[in-house]
Antibody, heavy 117, light 106 residues
Framework: EVLLVESGGGLVQPGGSLRLACAASGFTFSSYWMYWVRQAPGKGLVSVSR????????NYADSVKGRFTISRDNAKNTLYLQLNSLSAEDTAVYYC??????????WGQGTMVIVSS | IQLTQSPSSLSASVGDRVTITCRAS??????LAWYQQKPGKAPKLLIHAVSTLQSGVPSRFSGGGSGTDFTLTISSLQPEDFATYYCQHFNSYPFTFGGGTKVEIK
């Protein structure tokens, strides 16, 4: 079964940091671009970052550039998102997703990040 | 590239035909997908490449359009179809989503 399982979310103070992880199984992880998408409470979906199969190419949304870092460990079949300098605007459910090239065909269940003092 | 969905919400009855529109701010060829999201759940891929149904998705769902204007149609709304629907383009990163269309029970 193809599966993505996120972890690492939680409550963090403004200015704090958090590291999210996404464990993949059931497919050749290193062959696919992987993505992070977030959804603020009651709001729509927003692309956050992406990384190619060998980890050498990364892209970020302007709203997180310089604060978030995407990475992957293909030996562990795991995707990461390092979140730094967090603000209330970063409060959201964070999903990892696998790309089939022209769509996100597999999504994780999401992990909630709450930025609050 | 911005995607504008309309309507933002609609009320419909079981058995109704429902059409949701997604308009792109510039041409995106056939690089468009549709997702369904139910409360508290991750989005689920319905359609990719404008009109190709993802495996396992019922045939009452269909997609169409080209260039900048696209549609998602549910031919006969079923109780399990009440959800929020999003379009997403894959033309150039960031692959933005539309604002969503919430389909509610009338």
């Amino acid at each position: 079964e193809v599966l993505l399982v996120e972890s690492g979310g939680g409550l963090v103070q403004p200015g704090g940091s958090l590291r999210l992880a996404c464990a993949a199984s059931g497919f050749t992880f290193s062959s696919y671009w992987m993505y992070w998408v977030r959804q603020a409470p009651g709001k729509g979906l927003v692309s956050v970052s992406r990384i190619n199969g060998d980890g050498r190419t990364t892209n970020y949304a302007d709203s997180v550039k310089g604060r978030f870092t995407i990475s992957r460990d293909n030996a562990k079949n795991t995707l990461y998102l390092q979140l730094n300098s967090l603000s209330a605007e970063d409060t959201a459910v964070y999903y990892c997703a696998k790309s089939r090239g022209n769509a996100f065909d597999i999504w994780g269940q999401g992990t909630m990040v709450i930025v609050s003092s | 590239i911005q995607l504008t969905q309309s309507p933002s919400s609609l009320s419909a009855s079981v058995g109704d035909r429902v059409t949701i529109t997604c308009r792109a701010s510039q041409g995106i060829s056939s690089d468009l997908a549709w997702y369904q999201q139910k409360p508290g759940k991750a989005p689920k891929l319905l359609i990719h490449a404008v009109s190709t149904l993802q495996s396992g998705v019922p045939s009452r769902f269909s997609g169409g359009g080209s260039g900048t204007d696209f549609t998602l149609t549910i031919s006969s709304l079923q109780p399990e179809d009440f959800a929020t629907y999003y379009c997403q383009h894959f033309n150039s990163y960031p692959f933005t989503f539309g604002g969503g269309t919430k389909v509610e029970i009338k």
